[in-house]
């Protein structure tokens, strides 16, 4: 019985934090649409090149998409919020992560390519 009152004592503090959270960010700032990138980073070494140009044009969207998302958290008046800074810096470090797989693979290709 202890056991299930902790848990939902952990589980309603997980709400708040959450309900706090939102209710930090602007009306505006929900609007914004999170980045998500779905493609699949092909391995460079078996790559073909029409494979690896489609897949670096889904990276510059997503990049694209982050960098507008961003904007958007910016122009809703929440950039001082610490919601906007951690949203801000999930973006970022997703891009940067997404970016970096791709140029290992791409090196990769040209390596085997060229």
Do not use: H
């Not at 670096?56 to 906007?84: F, H, M, N, R, W």
């Amino acid at each position: 019985m202890k056991m299930q009152i902790r848990q939902s004592r952990i589980a309603g503090t997980g709400c708040a934090a959450l309900a706090l959270a939102v209710s930090l960010m602007t009306p505006k700032a929900l609007a914004c649409s999170e980045p998500v990138f779905s493609a699949s980073i092909p391995d460079g070494k078996a790559a073909s090149e029409s494979e690896m140009a489609a897949v670096q044009k889904a990276v510059k969207d997503y990049v694209s998409s982050g960098e507008a998302y961003i904007a958007c958290l910016e122009d809703s008046g929440s950039s001082g919020s610490p919601t906007y800074i951690k949203k801000r810096n999930e973006t970022i470090d997703g891009m940067e992560r997404v970016a970096a797989q791709f140029n290992r693979e791409l090196r990769q290709f040209r390596k085997n390519s060229g």
